[in-house]
């Protein structure tokens, strides 16, 4: 059974930095891609970064790049999201999602079949 939880989200003042994690099933890491996506209000989706399963590359948007970093702990079963600098407009319930079907990960939400419950992140003095 495929299943993502997310947790880590919360408030923090701009500047600030969290670490959002996801929890997998176990050896999902080995066969799916996994990526992080959030939604303000308002707003449509959008992809912020992504890991791919077969070498580890990764793919990160250019609205946070150099400020957020994703990696994986493949015995914890477990995909992070490690965010610095934070600014309001990071603002969004933040979601990870998960596909076995392309070789490499993108930051295309309709290439992800099985997605998380989200975390809501509020950047905020």
């Known amino acids: 059974q495929v299943q993502l939880v997310e947790s880590g989200g919360g408030l923090v003042q701009p500047g600030g930095s969290l670490r959002l994690s996801c929890v997998v099933s176990r050896f999902m890491l080995d066969y799916y891609n996994i990526g992080w996506f959030r939604q303000a209000p308002g707003k449509e989706r959008e992809g912020v970064s992504c890991i791919s399963s077969n070498d580890g590359s990764t793919y990160t948007a250019d609205s946070v790049k150099g400020r957020f970093t994703i990696s994986r702990d493949n015995a914890k079963n477990t995909v992070y999201l490690q965010m610095h600098s934070l600014k309001p407009e990071d603002t969004a319930v933040y979601y990870c999602?998960?596909?076995?079907?392309?070789?490499?990960?993108?930051?295309?939400?309709?290439?992800?079949?099985?997605w998380g419950q989200g975390t809501q992140v509020t950047v905020s003095s």
């Open positions: 999602a998960a596909n076995n079907v392309h070789l490499y990960c993108s930051g295309y939400d309709y290439e992800y079949h099985h």
